[in-house]
């Protein structure tokens, strides 16, 4: 059981969900809304942004973390993403390797489907096993 309440993990998975909303993917027509709990116990959540210039575009838990860092946020306690998938939606690698920058190996990631259900959890470490953080730039 994860040590954030269910309340929270609810107002998470609901954040992620009114993100996806709002997410402006034209050309994979795939929309992802994330959203993250920071330090404060603050939420901030944002979606996939893509870019006619395909390659140019960045993924929901980007534009969630960059939120976070905006107001000042600097740890993330747990993700929720969502989308509407056959499978649920697990953030891509390049997002596990941001989301580590700020998150613990025990960080759960909650991947959340049609209103805001949750429909998977899992944690960054067994999503980004052995990754390379801030600590191992330490000589
Ligand atoms: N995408 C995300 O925003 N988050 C993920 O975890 C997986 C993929 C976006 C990137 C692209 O805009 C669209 O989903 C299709 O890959």
Not at 1 to 26: F, H, K
Not at 46 to 65: D, I, K, M, R
Not at 91 to 103: S, T, V
């Amino acid at each position: 059981m994860s040590r954030i309440d269910e309340p929270t993990r609810n107002a998470l998975a609901a954040a992620a969900w009114a993100a996806r909303a709002q997410a402006y993917a034209p050309y994979s027509r795939f929309a992802v809304g994330a959203a993250v709990l920071d330090e404060q116990g603050r939420i901030h959540a944002g979606g996939n942004v893509e870019n006619a210039a395909y390659p140019q575009g960045w993924c929901a838990e980007t534009s969630a973390l960059a939120a976070m860092v905006g107001a000042g946020g600097r740890r993330v306690q747990a993700v929720a993403v969502c989308a509407e998938s056959a499978r649920p939606v697990t953030p891509c690698g390049g997002c596990r390797q941001k989301l580590r920058e700020f998150a613990a190996d025990d960080c759960p990631v909650w991947a959340v489907g049609r209103d805001a259900v949750i429909r998977a959890v899992h944690t960054l470490g067994a999503l980004l096993p052995a990754g390379f953080g801030p600590d191992q730039l330490t000589p």
